[in-house]
């Protein structure tokens, strides 16, 4: 075809068919004739903002189509509006990415925990929580003891240390714990202010049971050292081993000593703490009374018990070394 075309804009001379069997018609009967296809078709190309602008290539229409021609058919115009595919795919590369992190995230926490749990020790991880607080408890009440242990040797050291200063302190103090083992045990006459307890009355009123009863509440009040004496002026000193029996005519048996009445107990203390707990309601005095005895109770400066309790000898008791 060598005729100028004209209304198409192409120069002179173009296209060419060519030659040879492909520029024959195509024998498809609703294919368009290749003259009837403009290259010159406007195309709306489809822009993004972030898109690079596309060149059209080289040999492009001046619309910016490109004329694909093979060997079997026409000029057809391919439009370029593809160009939105990339962007959807890296959004979901982007979303992908973030569940991938959050994985891996997951799985590093999840190693941490387990080395930290196989590095602890099995025996403890398996114990109960009661005994772990025993287990607790036991370990402070042990150094509680170790410390106590340590401040008494190093107290023993200084004193050994501290040469005949350190003996005669040591000297002292054993002399002021046997004085006072010797007024308990009554083997040791005793004075200081205290009370003398009288008691009047028929058998019946100032029974054993009664002056025991005296006794025991002189004892809670903080008595140091007792004794009791009859009519007769015969004392008996009262320790712990102490006991009282009723005997013949009213009398009183003291450790096998029979005393006859009325009786008076001298005691060394506080004198108001040990009157008042010979008065509580429905106390010593308050019985004796009931039963038609009197409770005489004076208070003295300056007491004295000089009355001495033979040593007891132990047969079966020995101290704790």
């Given at each position: 075809?060598?005729?100028?075309?004209?209304?198409?804009?192409?120069?002179?001379?173009?296209?060419?068919?060519?030659?040879g069997?492909?520029g024959?018609?195509?024998?498809?009967?609703?294919?368009?004739?290749?003259?009837?296809?403009?290259?010159?078709?406007p195309?709306e190309?489809?822009?993004?903002?972030?898109?690079?602008?596309?060149?059209p290539?080289?040999?492009?229409?001046?619309a910016?189509?490109?004329?694909?021609?093979?060997?079997?058919?026409?000029?057809v115009?391919?439009?370029?509006?593809v160009?939105?595919?990339?962007?959807?795919?890296?959004r979901?590369?982007?979303?992908?990415?973030?569940?991938?992190?959050?994985?891996?995230?997951?799985?590093?926490f999840?190693?941490?925990?387990?080395?930290?749990?196989t590095?602890?020790?099995?025996?403890?991880?398996?114990?109960?929580?009661?005994?772990?607080?025993?287990?607790?408890?036991?370990?402070?009440?042990?150094?509680?003891?170790?410390?106590?242990?340590?401040?008494?040797?190093?107290?023993?050291?200084?004193q050994?240390r501290?040469?005949?200063?350190?003996?005669?302190?040591?000297?002292?103090?054993?002399?002021?714990?046997?004085?006072?083992?010797?007024?308990?045990?009554?083997?040791?006459?005793a004075?200081g202010?205290?009370?003398?307890?009288?008691?009047e009355?028929?058998?019946?009123?100032?029974?054993?049971?009664?002056?025991?009863?005296?006794v025991?509440?002189?004892r809670?009040?903080?008595?140091?050292?007792?004794?009791?004496?009859?009519?007769?002026?015969?004392?008996?000193?009262?320790?712990?081993?102490?006991?009282?029996v009723?005997?013949?005519?009213?009398?009183?048996?003291?450790?096998?000593?029979?005393?006859?009445g009325?009786?008076?107990i001298?005691?060394?203390g506080?004198?108001?703490?040990?009157?008042?707990?010979?008065?509580?309601?429905?106390?010593?005095?308050?019985?004796?009374?009931?039963?038609?005895g009197?409770?005489?109770?004076?208070?003295?400066?300056?007491?004295?018990?000089?009355?001495?309790h033979?040593?007891?000898?132990l047969?079966?008791?020995?101290?704790?070394?």
């Amino acid at each position: 075809m060598s005729d100028e075309q004209s209304g198409t804009g192409w120069p002179a001379g173009e296209p060419v068919r060519p030659s040879g069997p492909a520029g024959e018609p195509d024998p498809r009967p609703e294919a368009p004739d290749a003259d009837e296809v403009s290259p010159l078709a406007p195309v709306e190309p489809v822009e993004r903002e972030d898109a690079a602008p596309v060149e059209p290539p080289a040999d492009a229409g001046p619309a910016g189509a490109s004329a694909v021609s093979d060997e079997a058919g026409p000029v057809v115009p391919e439009a370029g509006p593809v160009a939105a595919a990339p962007a959807v795919a890296g959004r979901r590369w982007t979303s992908a990415g973030a569940m991938i992190a959050v994985l891996l995230a997951l799985l590093g926490f999840t190693l941490v925990v387990q080395l930290k749990t196989t590095s602890a020790d099995p025996t403890l991880s398996a114990t109960r929580e009661e005994d772990l607080v025993r287990i607790s408890s036991d370990l402070d009440s042990r150094e509680r003891r170790l410390r106590q242990d340590i401040e008494s040797l190093e107290e023993s050291q200084r004193q050994l240390r501290s040469g005949e200063q350190g003996r005669q302190a040591a000297l002292d103090e054993a002399t002021r714990r046997a004085d006072q083992l010797g007024i308990l045990a009554g083997t040791l006459p005793a004075v200081g202010p205290g009370l003398t307890v009288r008691f009047e009355g028929p058998a019946k009123a100032v029974s054993s049971t009664r002056v025991l009863d005296a006794v025991q509440e002189l004892r809670g009040a903080g008595a140091e050292a007792m004794q009791i004496a009859g009519a007769d002026s015969a004392a008996v000193r009262i320790i712990a081993s102490t006991y009282f029996v009723d005997g013949e005519n009213g009398s009183l048996v003291v450790d096998g000593r029979r005393l006859t009445g009325p009786y008076t107990i001298t005691v060394i203390g506080d004198p108001e703490t040990m009157r008042t707990a010979l008065y509580i309601p429905g106390g010593v005095v308050a019985l004796v009374e009931e039963g038609g005895g009197n409770v005489i109770v004076d208070d003295r400066e300056a007491v004295e018990v000089s009355q001495l309790h033979a040593p007891i000898k132990l047969d079966h008791a020995r101290p704790v070394s």
